[in-house]
C-alpha cells in the first residue's frame, strides 16, 4: 500500500516535471549544467547562479555531470523536456551534446555557452566567458618579468602544464602563454628540459591534479637529477597543485637547492591560494564567479524580455561567430590577497587560514 502510494506520489511527481517544469507559481525555468564538482570553482559558480537567478525571480534546475560527457548529455536533455526556457552549459566537450543543442533549437530554448565555448555546432547562441587568452598572456607575463627574461643571462629551464584537451579554453590558455615565452625558447634563453612544448605533449586531461602529478614526477625524475626548475607554467590552480606536490616531493626535500620555481595559475582556488600564502604557487589567475554569473543572469533577462542582448566580443565555434561577452581576469599574487579576495568579499580570512 506504501509503496503503491509513493509509486503515486512519484509518477505526478515526474508528470508534473515533464509538462512543467513543476514551476506552479508561473516561475521561468533555467537549466544550469555544469560539469564537475571536483573544481572549487565550478561549485561556487553553479552557487552563484542559482542565488541570482532565484532572487530575479527564477526556478533553477542545476546539475553537475561528474567530468562524465554522457551524464552531461541526459541531464541537458531531462533539462529540455522538463521545460527550460534556456539552458547555461558549461561543457565538458563539445560533440556529445550536439544531439540536445540540436533538440534544444527545435524547441527554440536558446543556449548560453557557460565559460567554455561549445564548439561545432550553430545552434551556441551565446558565450560568456573570461578573456581566456589574454589569462595565458597574463601567466606568460608574469613568467617573463619574474626571470626577467630580457635583461638577465639565462638560460632558464621551464616547463609548461596545460589543460584538458576536450576544452576549448585549454588551448587559448597555453597559446596566451606560449605566444609570450615562444620567442625565448627560440632564443636559446629558455630551455624546455624535457622537449614538451606542444600542447597534445602537455595536456592534462580533465585538468586533473593526479595526473599532472604524476606528468611531472616523470619529468623531474627523468630530466632535473642535476638542474634547477626555474619556472613551470601550469594553465590553472588545479594542474599547478599536481605539480607543487610532485615538486615537494621529489625536488625541495630531496635538499638539492631551496630555490623554488616560479609557478603559475588560474583561479584562485582555496588551496592554490594557501599555496601561494606558503610560498608554493607563485601567482594565479583571478577570474570572479560573482561577475560571471551575474553577466549570465542579464544575459537571461534580456534573452526573455526580447531586450538586444548586450555582448563585447564574438568567439568563432568552427561554425558560427558566437556572440560572447567576456569579462577581465585579474592579476592575483601573494600580495593582492587582501585587496582582490578578502576584501571584495570572496573568501574569508579564516578559509585562508588566515
Ligand atoms: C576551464 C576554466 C578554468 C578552469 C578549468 C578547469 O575551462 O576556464 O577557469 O577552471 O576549466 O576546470
Known amino acids: 500500500m506504501f509503496k503503491k502510494i509513493l509509486g503515486t506520489i512519484l509518477c505526478a511527481a515526474i508528470a508534473c516535471a515533464a509538462l512543467t517544469g513543476c514551476a506552479g507559481s508561473g516561475k521561468k525555468k533555467v537549466g544550469v549544467s555544469m560539469p564537475t564538482q571536483d573544481l572549487q570553482r565550478w561549485n561556487q559558480d553553479g552557487a552563484y547562479m542559482k542565488e541570482k537567478f532565484e532572487a530575479a525571480g527564477y526556478e533553477v534546475d542545476l546539475q553537475y555531470a561528474g ?5 552531461q548529455l541526459s541531464q541537458v536533455e531531462n533539462m529540455i523536456n522538463s521545460g527550460c526556457k534556456v539552458l ?49 598572456q597574463i601567466q606568460g607575463n608574469f613568467v617573463k618579468e619574474k626571470l626577467d627574461l630580457d635583461n638577465a643571462a639565462g638560460p632558464f629551464n621551464v616547463e609548461f602544464t596545460a589543460g584538458d584537451p576536450g576544452d576549448n579554453n585549454a588551448k587559448f590558455f597555453f597559446n596566451g602563454a606560449m605566444d609570450v615565452l615562444k620567442p625565448y625558447i627560440d632564443a636559446g634563453k629558455i630551455v624546455v628540459v624535457s622537449g614538451q612544448t606542444d600542447f597534445d605533449s602537455v595536456a592534462t586531461p580533465e585538468w586533473a591534479s593526479a595526473t599532472a602529478q604524476a606528468r611531472a614526477e616523470n619529468i623531474i625524475g627523468s630530466n632535473y637529477a642535476d638542474k634547477n626548475i626555474d619556472a613551470w607554467v601550469c594553465s590553472n590552480d588545479s594542474t599547478a597543485q599536481g605539480v607543487v606536490t ?40 583571478f577570474k570572479d564567479t560573482r561577475t560571471l554569473a551575474a553577466r549570465t543572469v542579464t544575459m537571461v533577462n534580456q534573452i526573455l524580455e526580447g531586450k538586444e542582448v548586450e555582448t563585447n566580443n564574438t568567439y568563432n565555434n568552427n561554425v558560427k561567430d558566437v556572440a560572447s561577452f567576456l569579462c577581465d581576469p585579474v592579476f592575483a599574487d601573494k600580495d593582492k590577497i587582501q585587496e582582490i579576495l578578502i576584501d571584495s568579499g570572496y573568501y574569508t580570512a579564516a578559509e585562508l587560514g588566515l
Open 67 to 71: 567530468n562524465k560527457p554522457d551524464t
Open 88 to 136: 547555461v552549459i558549461a561543457a565538458i566537450e563539445s560533440s556529445s551534446l550536439s544531439q540536445a543543442l540540436d533538440k534544444a533549437a527545435k524547441k527554440k530554448i536558446p543556449v548560453i555557452a557557460y565559460d567554455r565555448l561549445i564548439m561545432d555546432n550553430a545552434n551556441v547562441d551565446y558565450y560568456a566567458t573570461f578573456d581566456n587568452y589574454k589569462v595565458g
Open 246 to 285: 610532485a615538486l615537494d616531493a621529489r625536488y625541495n626535500s630531496a635538499g638539492r637547492d631551496g630555490q623554488w620555481p616560479v609557478i603559475t595559475g588560474q583561479d584562485c582556488d582555496i588551496v592554490s591560494v594557501k599555496n601561494m600564502i606558503a610560498g608554493k604557487q607563485t601567482m594565479s589567475v
